[in-house]
């Protein structure tokens, strides 16, 4: 968190940690909608170029299965994220509200079949 707030803000460490924390929080929960320039740019370049950070890797799909089953382990235990149990508590115990909509994707305005079926004749 004092990383990306000191990069985002164009800071030093100490100033960062000098901040209330809930003025901190205020500044990530605005970056939610509007990220800082650097992490836009890096987002940009990754959606528009062939551009991928040195630390990425090829995975298998097991590998990427693995890796994401081992973040979970790290969240649930750092209390990061909830575990399937806590989830299910904190939604009243039940796993979908009443009445809840359950769309296909085929359902959403504009959306049709993808890919579209070439037009007869």
Known sequence: MFARLAAGLKRLPDE?????????????DYWRDAPPESEML???????????????????????????????????????????????EAMGGKIAAPGAFQASPLQYTGIGEWPPKPAAG
């Open 16 to 28: 960062v940690r000098r901040m209330r924390f809930r003025d901190a929080r205020r500044i990530l």
């Open 42 to 88: 890096a987002f940009l370049a990754q959606c528009y170029t062939t551009w991928e950070p040195a630390s990425r890797r090829e995975m298998t799909e097991q590998e990427v299965i693995a890796e994401h089953r081992a973040s979970l382990e790290r969240r649930w235990k750092s209390g990061q994220a909830l575990n399937p149990k806590q989830l299910l």
